[in-house]
């Protein structure tokens, strides 16, 4: 099989002269989201990650407001349990009930739609009376952060070309991170206020929710754009990369004024090519942007695209990458219930406050864990890709999950016996830093590898990612109570460690066979464009 037209395997350095091929290939339109000036692309991206980092904060700061519940309503902790594994339900259903709706009608109102989600579970939280409320705002609240598991990444996807794609899902986990961990810590100070109290975790969830939901309905353009067509292309050219082109960047020109690119033999100059204009400022902010290939109102495509996004499960690369994001998800469950029950009482007798800052030691290990699995993993596939004749391969990236395998399962040992045995918080605190290293790493370089070895199924990647990674969460959440009960901290977090070990090392046999893998499901992932493509 010639390796130049396998997914997953690029030339991204021309032997000649080493300069990176830009993929996907940039078109000489106004309208190409890569084309536009750093400014519109910074800002988008920005926005994106503020979308991100708040639904995964109201994702995360309920529990700290269970304290409130119980003592207020007597809500039991086992019901607040059960809203927890509501909603990871609410995130990874939801991504995939809303899945098709990018590519048929935009990407903007996925968003907006999820902001309201938002506004009203953070709304129905501020004004809980009863267990049932309890839980069904979780629902909504976990189907807001929809928006972020899959439909973020191909947001970003649109934005920056490959080999930016580390540091572009390092800073998407960045942002997932400090929503994370910040959430709790927030909500913390807010139920301990003698002046606010835990509903006011619910009330600023709503006036954020609502702030963000104007801000993104004015200025978040759409960034849906069928570059296939705008290239004279009747259908897509599957798994051809763009190393096939010769494609230079001007060095002088950094927002991609002066690309020059040659496809099929004609060269277009985007300076001097006589193009139609872009979009108007209400245009780039439609409601709704149907697809050039909608049918109607496009219910009965939505349909077929939604059962057809069931065939990403038949893809080893979807179910490697859902196992690692969800396992952390399920680690998160573990080590956020030890803090809430556990750290109130002695020897440590910490306030909400104080529980909350637990999340600090986290945060920055995941702040680390994002910049090597983000920033320095590019320079690392890079390094590689050279030393390869300039053929980059995406296991590549899958070497930087080796280290993790030893820190982050460290991490939850230490973690896990230093609270059983009361020691000194800063052991455990160096526990919870490791821990973050792992969540910062694991779910962004397996993603990368999803992203990189299918790049044209990112969104329907993502969404197998989000439906495995919550459903292992949910699990884990249901359980977690009844194995701490059952078992001492110090053995529930070294079977946890070992777990977590096991887990990372299953990107041993990903390296080994992930090729081989790649070439079983070439045909595959062809069809798998063809019919979604021809159904769109």
Not at 138 to 146: H, I, M, N, R, T
Not at 193 to 203: A, D, I, N, T
Request: net charge negative.
């Amino acid at each position: 099989m010639d390796e130049e037209i396998l997914n997953g395997t690029e030339r991204i350095f021309p032997v000649a002269d080493g300069e990176v091929t830009l993929i996907p290939t940039p078109t000489s339109s106004k309208d190409d989201p890569l084309n536009w000036s750093p400014w519109r692309r910074y800002w988008h991206a920005f926005l994106v990650l503020v979308i991100v980092a708040f639904t995964a904060a109201t994702s995360n700061d309920a529990g700290t407001a269970g304290n409130g519940m119980n003592a207020e309503l007597g809500i039991s902790w086992d019901a607040i349990n059960i809203a927890a594994g509501v909603l990871f339900v609410g995130i990874g259903y939801c991504t995939l009930l809303l899945s098709p709706a990018p590519f048929l009608y935009g990407r903007r109102i996925s968003y907006l739609l999820c902001l309201l989600f938002s506004l009203g579970g953070s709304i129905w939280l501020s004004r809980v009376q009863t267990t049932q409320d309890n839980i069904w705002n979780q629902l909504f609240v976990g189907a807001s952060e929809s928006c972020a598991e899959a439909l973020a990444q191909l947001s970003l996807s649109d934005l920056f070309f490959q080999h930016r794609r580390g540091l572009v899902l390092g800073l998407y986990v960045l942002a997932t991170s400090i929503g994370t961990f910040t959430g709790p810590l927030i909500a913390g100070f807010i139920v301990d206020s003698p002046v606010l109290g835990w509903r006011w975790v619910g009330w600023l969830g709503a006036i954020i929710s609502a702030a963000l939901f104007i801000t993104v309905f004015f200025t978040l353009e759409e960034t849906a754009f069928d570059r296939h067509t705008i290239q004279g292309l009747e259908m897509p050219r599957r798994n051809t990369p763009p190393a096939v082109s010769n494609i230079s960047l001007d060095e002088k020109d950094k927002d991609m004024t002066k690309v020059r690119t040659t496809s099929r033999g004609n060269s277009v100059d985007e300076e001097n090519s006589d193009q139609p204009k872009g979009k108007t400022y209400f245009q780039s902010i439609a409601l709704i942007t149907p697809s050039s290939r909608l049918v109607g109102t496009g219910f009965q495509q939505y349909y077929y695209r939604l059962w057809h996004t069931l065939r990403v499960f038949s893809f080893p690369a979807v179910l490697y990458s859902g196992l690692q994001w969800g396992a952390q998800d399920a680690w998160l469950t573990f080590y956020l219930t030890v803090e809430e029950d556990n750290y109130y009482e002695a020897p440590w007798n910490y306030t909400d406050a104080a529980v909350g800052i637990m999340n600090v030691p986290t945060l920055i290990g995941a702040c680390i864990g994002c910049i090597y699995g983000g920033w320095f993993s590019d320079l690392f596939v890079a390094w590689m890709a050279k030393r390869n004749g300039g053929i980059f391969e995406a296991e590549q990236r899958l070497w930087l999950m080796f280290p993790v395998a030893l820190i982050g399962p460290a991490g939850l040992m230490l973690f896990g016996i230093g609270s059983d045995l009361g020691w000194d918080w800063h052991k455990t605190y160096v526990g919870l830093g490791f821990i973050g290293f792992g969540w910062g790493c694991a779910g962004d370089l397996s993603m990368a590898y999803l992203m990189d070895a299918y790049p044209e199924m990112v969104l329907e990647g993502m969404v197998g990612v989000s439906v495995i990674n919550n459903t292992i969460g949910c699990i884990f959440t249901f359980s977690a109570g009844y194995w701490l009960d059952a078992q001492t901290l110090s053995q529930v977090y070294i079977a946890l460690g070992v777990l977590s070990f096991v887990f990372l090392m299953t990107t041993a046999p990903m390296i080994y066979w992930g090729k081989a893998c790649r070439k079983m499901t070439r045909k595959r992932y062809e069809n798998f464009l063809q019919i979604r493509d021809g159904h769109l």
